[in-house]
């Protein structure tokens, strides 16, 4: 049999079964134990793509570009419409005048960015040809395409500090917010109801500059990505006022495009049989609002039994290790990650806990800021390779690599690490055996 496992021993413990006061039968019996440390074990790994990640009605938003070499372009669009206002009249005389005073856009940013946030970024606003409705599926994806039109309605340039709490404000068009104005004023039937508000004003697409290099995220809610109307009256002294327009909060959404032409990624494809780290670079991809994760399998597992009479796994970690400048302040590592059994059907079956099966392991991050490559996340997987050692067939089981659920379809958060073969951040299982002979 070829040889697939090597192994150095680490304890070598001999146990005698014999004992001066015992027979069994006519003859002593005796056997002995050797506790070996195995920590080349083959492990196979895949970049796996998600057809479709569900992105609507997350209370954020994302706009932007980055380019990598490691990661291609990745861009994302935003979606948003807009609920019909409400009006509260204060003035005391009907026929005084309202004064429209400006049309404003205010869109908080989350705590999450992406690429050089250094650098200038433009953000432009075209309306929607139609208002945001649910699909038959009740959702938008991340793959979801809607209609928007070509001319800009407005424009902002920018140099953003998301780490501040800064906020942005965009002038709208002054001619809109008057008209809205007076059909407020007038309870006039476009503002009646949202449908027949949608239908006079659709909305927004957030488009990115071509020149943008980095993604960043707005919170939407009643405080933020909402529209704000200023205006004032004077009776006998001036009073100013401002009428907020929400957005939908159950519509809006991103979509993401993954331009992986010259990366280590160029011949992934949609579906379960994804990209072998052989095929891309020695690097396996977890990508949050891309929808990738990574499928982890122990092909020569059984060929421990070949050792001796007779063996059990005492103890299993694996150690997983980022690659090495694919992390920084632009892109930082998850804090977390999951890590989930998924039977012959590819569908998930059970999770990588603690020792008392009440919490799901995420990965024990030890961020070395000193040297980077030795930064690495580690799980213990004894019981799943004590359970895997006999397996075969459709008994057999792999791991499934992810990020935790709420950042696959909220978050722009990755991951990148290496295979047994990479040059430098190696994924490796150490297992401590128990040889019988």
Not at 238 to 267: A, C, G, M, Q
């Amino acid at each position: 049999m070829k040889q697939l496992w090597t192994y150095v021993v680490l304890i070598v413990m001999v146990y005698s079964c014999s004992n001066e006061g015992m027979e069994i039968g006519s003859s002593m019996v005796e056997s002995s134990a050797r506790t070996v440390l195995i920590d080349t074990c083959t492990v196979t790994l895949t970049t796996v793509k998600i057809d479709s990640l569900i992105t609507s009605g997350k209370g954020v938003i994302y706009n932007g570009k980055i380019d990598s070499e490691l990661r291609g372009k990745v861009s994302s669009t935003s979606f948003v419409s807009f609920l019909s206002p409400s009006y509260t009249e204060y003035r005391k005389n009907m026929t005084t005048p309202l004064v429209f005073d400006s049309l404003v856009m205010e869109m908080n940013f989350n705590s999450s960015f992406y690429g050089d946030t250094l650098s200038s970024h433009k953000l432009d606003l075209h309306l929607l040809k139609k208002a945001l409705e649910l699909p038959s599926s009740d959702a938008f994806y991340n793959t979801s395409v809607v209609s928007y039109l070509e001319d800009v309605y407005a424009s902002i340039s920018f140099t953003p500090r998301p780490s501040r709490g800064d906020a942005l404000r965009i002038k709208l068009s002054n001619t809109f917010g008057e008209d809205l104005l007076s059909k407020l004023a007038n309870n006039l039937d476009e503002i009646q109801t949202d449908e027949k508000f949608q239908n006079y004003f659709t909305g927004f697409a957030f488009v990115s500059d071509e020149n943008s290099k980095a993604i960043f995220g707005y919170d939407v809610s009643e405080s933020s990505t909402i529209i704000k109307l200023y205006y004032h009256f004077v009776e006998v002294e001036k009073k100013e006022y401002e009428i907020t327009i929400s957005p939908n909060t159950s519509t809006n959404f991103f979509s993401v495009n993954h331009n992986r032409e010259n990366s280590p990624l160029e011949n992934l494809q949609d579906g379960y049989q994804g990209l072998s780290s052989s095929k891309s670079d020695n690097i396996t991809y977890l990508y949050g609002a891309l929808g990738y994760y990574a499928r982890i399998e122990f092909p020569y597992l059984r060929d421990l039994l070949t050792i001796g009479q007779a063996g059990n796994i005492i103890s299993a970690q694996m150690y997983i290790y980022p690659i090495e400048k694919s992390f920084n302040q632009q892109h930082k590592l998850p804090s977390q990650l999951y890590l989930y059994i998924a039977d012959d059907t590819n569908s998930n079956v059970d999770a990588i806990t603690n020792s008392y099966g009440t919490e799901l392991q995420t990965g024990n991050l030890v961020d070395d800021d000193l040297f980077s490559g030795n930064t690495h996340y580690s799980f213990s997987i004894t019981s799943f390779l004590q359970e895997q050692l006999p397996a075969i067939g459709f008994n057999k089981k792999k791991l499934h690599l992810t990020l935790p659920e709420s950042e696959m379809n909220q978050s722009f958060n990755s991951m990148l690490f290496g295979d047994r073969q990479h040059p430098n951040q190696r994924i490796k299982v150490n297992i401590i055996y128990s040889v019988y002979e």
